[in-house]
């Protein structure tokens, strides 16, 4: 039978400035931005996706630049606050030195399961982020030769996800999602579809600390991957037998998604692997170019002048 859920599809977090957002995770993270398109709610903000060459699940953040006066967030039960990159052991020293380059705050790098050293900071909008070095993630990532092919981020490490009790979310993951637990320690249980990087998703009893609200610098939902439309319909329909309620399925072009609030309080969504990015555009001039869902093709041109022009050769990857 095939497997309802594989892993993590996406993480989206909500984003201030559409440029410096874009400068910070081409620029200082080196990651490529895969589709430069709109958010399919609200065409007024973009919707950005970062990843590795092709896109691939487990290596896309997604961002919604609403702008520098949306109000900032709070990190806090509830939410995704933490999202990792995974890197190879041996990239630390570059990667600290890459950082102070570029003026990037962080915290000194910690030791977690004693075989992953794992680095914090946020992006410009107060977004948590870690980077995690550990052995034998053989994915690729990608680079346009700014750094080095063998430092570049591979894709996520895991996400973490901080809650007033894991229990009720920890049965959803185990019951209904194909999740299994890998490792406990250091505070979190750590689930995974497989037990390797891209597929974890750390839980976190955090009682006494106040719930997340969303905002600027904050997560707006965790996507998982599912295979194709059947198995996102026979999740659904799991999902919704178990008493959770579950969205109709919507094309987001690049995927179908259906949506719900697990017991926690966090926004999941289930994702297709297919079509990918490279349905509107060739993977050689991914995100080169604004692309529109076809609902929104012919209002292109005052859709173009609402949203600001991203400077592609600005700032991060001169320094
Ligand atoms: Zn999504």
Do not use: C
């Amino acid at each position: 039978m095939t497997r309802l859920i594989s892993g993590i599809h996406h993480v989206t977090a909500v984003s201030g400035d559409a440029q410096e957002n874009f400068d910070f995770y081409t620029g200082a993270l080196g990651l490529r931005m895969v589709k430069k398109t709109v958010n399919f709610e609200d065409p007024g903000v973009y919707h950005l996706y970062f990843g590795d060459t092709e896109g691939n699940p487990s290596t896309i953040l997604t961002t919604f630049p609403y702008g520098r006066n949306l109000a900032k967030g709070r990190h806090g039960k509830g939410m995704v606050n933490t999202t990792a990159f995974s890197l190879e052991m041996g990239g630390l020293d570059y990667w600290l030195q890459r950082l102070d380059r570029f003026d990037i705050a962080y915290k000194h790098p910690q030791e977690r399961f004693k075989d992953e050293v794992f680095v914090y900071l946020e992006d410009p909008d107060g977004l948590g982020l870690e980077l995690v070095f550990s052995e034998g993630d053989l994915r690729k990532g990608y680079t346009d030769g700014s750094i080095p092919f063998e430092w570049a981020i591979k894709g996520f490490h895991h996400v973490e996800i901080w809650l007033e009790g894991i229990e009720r979310t920890a049965a959803l993951l185990t019951m209904q999602m194909n999740h299994q637990v890998i490792r406990e320690g250091s505070g979190r249980i750590r689930l995974g579809a497989e037990d390797r990087p891209g597929k974890y998703v750390d839980l976190l009893a955090m009682p006494d600390v106040l719930r997340g609200l969303g905002g600027r610098g904050t997560v707006h939902h965790l996507a998982f991957e599912t295979p194709d439309r059947e198995s996102q319909i026979r999740m659904k329909n799991n999902l919704e037998d178990y008493g959770l309620q579950v969205t109709d399925v919507k094309d987001r072009k690049y995927f179908s998604s259906v949506y719900f609030r697990e017991p926690g309080g966090v926004l999941f969504e289930v994702a297709t692997s297919a079509p990918g990015f490279s349905v509107d555009e060739p993977v050689g001039s991914l995100g080169q170019s604004l692309m529109l869902p076809g609902q929104f093709e012919a209002d292109r041109e005052r859709i173009s002048r609402l949203l600001p022009e991203i400077d592609y050769h600005s700032g991060g990857k001169q320094l």
